[in-house]
């Protein structure tokens, strides 16, 4: 079985350039989260999704971040305009259900990083 | 707001010896408390759940207690190893309704052969 696959692994923007980070979750997963961890710091909630919905973007920066989670196909975080603050690695988590008793599974991230 | 500190940010410990790790939250009353571990370059992996009615929980050379009344889990590693160098994270999780996980910001721990 396939765990969460995210791709790029690596991602290089010049600022004002727009970032697309793709995330496939687990087979079967209906619920996907999105983590920053900036360099020497720890992973900080972004957005969690449900197929076609978003659940709570309450850890998402207000302007130029946005993600999707379609019925078809992968997870997308898109970032607008990047800035080198946006510089950091971005994980994607899946779980089969919305509980606290539930791990969830990790890719491996996309590191970003701005010129 | 919710707290969670991990003890430490790097912990060095000999090959062999119980390596043991902290994690103290405020502000809320997790039912769960998980914890991870991230190599450099990786993604965190799951290693154990545990449950506010259970006091301990073991998993091979791992072992795990919940103190609700101390807000505090120890994680301990038992027997060490070099291979078990990594940082560690907790993520004390809310019953239901849980729409994400709050991470401490982790413990680094490195295990001299």
């Known amino acids: 079985n396939a765990g969460v696959m995210q791709n790029p692994r690596h991602l290089v923007r010049r600022r004002g350039q727009e970032a697309r980070l793709r995330c496939s979750p687990v087979?079967?997963?209906?619920?996907v989260y999105w983590y920053r961890q900036l360099p020497e710091e720890g992973l900080k909630f972004m957005v969690y999704?449900?197929?076609?919905?978003?659940?709570?973007e309450s850890g998402m920066p207000k302007e130029r971040f946005s993600a999707e989670f379609p019925k078809e196909g992968p997870s997308i975080l898109r970032i607008q305009q990047v800035v080198r603050g946006d510089s950091a690695a971005y994980f994607c988590?899946?779980?089969?259900?919305?509980?606290?008793?539930?791990?969830?599974?990790f890719g491996d991230g996309t590191r970003l990083s701005i010129l | 707001s919710q707290k969670i500190e991990q003890n430490s940010e790097a912990l060095n410990i000999q090959e062999g010896k119980t390596a043991t790790l902290t994690c103290n939250y405020t502000?809320?009353?997790?039912?769960?408390l998980q914890w991870y571990r991230q190599d450099p370059g990786r993604g965190p992996v799951f290693l154990l759940l545990i449950r506010e009615n259970e006091k301990e929980k073991r998993k091979e050379r791992l072992k795990v207690t919940f103190d609700t009344t101390l807000k505090q889990s120890l994680f301990h590693i038992t027997a060490s190893q070099p291979a078990d160098s990594a940082t560690y994270l907790c993520?004390?999780?809310?019953?239901?309704?849980?729409?994400?996980?709050?991470f401490g910001t982790g413990t680094r721990l490195t295990v001299i052969p």
């Open positions: 999704l449900q197929k076609e919905n978003i659940i709570d």
């Open positions: 502000n809320y009353s997790p039912a769960y």
């Open positions: 087979k079967g997963h209906s619920h």
């Open positions: 993520a004390p999780t809310l019953q239901g309704g849980a729409n994400n996980l709050f």
């Open positions: 988590a899946s779980s089969p259900r919305r509980d606290g008793n539930q791990p969830q599974h």
